[in-house]
């Protein structure tokens, strides 16, 4: 069982950055990517950045890439994601998720275990 816990978000005006945490624990080993979504009203749950929870690769959605940063903190068992110059579609409620599947880090349906969700809005 792994358990994540959010923070961060809020509301804030569009250009402007943010900078969510995700704090893991429990049984954390054979954990292999660690991710963050994102759902808007009305949406699918879409990957927004994944990284190897061992070795620190990361991985991007392409439309992205650039303005997000997926990063950890091992020491503190702690992911981040740092959002820049965020526009007004970025509005989401936004999950960090822990998978252990060697592949497809972009498929939510190899994450089992997911944060609470926290919510970002981007004001025009």
């Known amino acids: 069982q792994v358990e994540l816990v959010q923070s961060g978000g809020g509301l804030v005006q569009a250009g402007g950055s943010l900078r969510l945490s995700c704090v893991v624990s429990?049984?954390?080993?054979?954990?292999?990517?660690l991710a963050w979504f994102r759902q808007a009203p009305g949406n699918e749950r879409e990957f927004v950045a994944a990284?190897?929870?061992?070795?620190?690769?990361?991985y991007y959605s392409n439309s992205l890439k650039g303005r997000f940063t997926i990063s950890r903190d091992s020491g503190k068992s702690t992911v981040y994601l740092q959002m820049n110059n965020l526009k007004p579609e970025d509005t989401a409620v936004y999950h960090c998720?822990?998978?252990?599947?060697?592949?497809?880090?972009?498929?939510?349906?190899?994450?089992?275990?997911w944060g609470q969700g926290t919510q970002v809005t981007v004001s025009s």
């Open positions: 990284i190897r929870w061992t070795y620190g690769y990361t």
């Open positions: 429990g049984d954390t080993f054979g954990t292999y990517f």
């Open positions: 998720a822990a998978s252990n599947i060697y592949n497809d880090y972009d498929r939510k349906s190899n994450y089992y275990w």
